[in-house]
T-cell receptor, first 110, second 113 residues
Framework: QQQVKQSPQSLIVQKGGISIINCAYE??????FPWYQQFPGKGPALLIAIRPDVSEKKEGRFTISFNKSAKQFSLHIMDSQPGDSATYFCAATSGSRLTFGEGTQLTVNP | KAGVTQTPRYLIKTRGQQVTLSCSPISGHRSVSWYQQTPGQGLQFLFEYFSETQRNKGNFPGRFSGRQFSNSRSEMNVSTLELGDSALYLC???WGLGADTQYFGPGTRLTVL
């Protein structure tokens, strides 16, 4: 019940395209859903986050869509750039213990 | 404001040894959490400290322990190292207990030979 399932495992998009990463959770006690971006050799960096009382949150080229009834949320990266090539993790928490998805390795080709 | 710092950045140990990793949280942050990252298991929660007390613990054996000092700095210790302990150990800080926004350090890469 504590799992967060993430897909796809890897994703290749062309520069300027839209990258979409999906996550699903089971635990209805989760009340905060962050996305992290991780580059090789670095720690995860907070990208954007949403709470379940909001269906969508947009920050620049990054948008989270949240479907509370389906217990699913997704990250959309608009106008993807080669610099966005990284591993993306969704996560969920109730309090301060983060439960992470498996990660998606995104490659944006020039 | 300086970010989360972790030392050392890289460590090589042999089986059976013990290791201590250090984490300095963002100034003003009082909660420190530790995570283990491996290719097979992904990112897994180890434990959280707040006000020098362990508040939350993940499913790791007792060989993994930690502590927090009065200045919020934290250390984690792994005793009797096993090959499977090779991982990136990440520290994250947040302003208080139960605070959901966590900021990660660069991690300590531990290799056990």
């Amino acid at each position: 019940q504590q799992q967060v399932k993430q897909s796809p495992q890897s994703l290749i998009v062309q520069k300027g395209g839209i990258s979409i990463i999906n996550c699903a959770y089971e635990n209805t006690a989760f009340d905060y859903f962050p996305w992290y971006q991780q580059f090789p050799g670095k720690g995860p960096a907070l990208l954007i986050a949403i709470r379940p009382d909001v269906s969508e949150k947009k920050e620049g080229r990054f948008t989270i869509s949240f479907n509370k009834s389906a217990k699913q949320f997704s990250l959309h990266i608009m106008d993807s750039q080669p610099g966005d090539s990284a591993t993306y993790f969704c996560a969920a928490t109730s309090g301060s213990r983060l439960t992470f998805g498996e990660g998606t390795q995104l490659t944006v080709n020039p | 404001k300086a970010g989360v710092t972790q030392t050392p950045r890289y460590l090589i140990k042999t089986r059976g040894q013990q290791v201590t990793l250090s984490c300095s949280p963002i100034s003003g942050h009082r909660s420190v959490s530790w995570y283990q990252q491996t290719p097979g298991q992904g990112l897994q929660f180890l434990f959280e400290y707040f006000s020098e007390t362990q508040r939350n613990k993940g499913n790791f054996p007792g060989r993994f322990s930690g502590r927090q000092f009065s200045n919020s700095r934290s250390e984690m210790n792994v005793s009797t190292l096993e090959l499977g302990d090779s991982a990136l150990y990440l520290c994250a800080s947040s302003w208080g207990l139960g605070a959901d926004t966590q900021y990660f350090g660069p991690g300590t890469r531990l290799t056990v030979l």
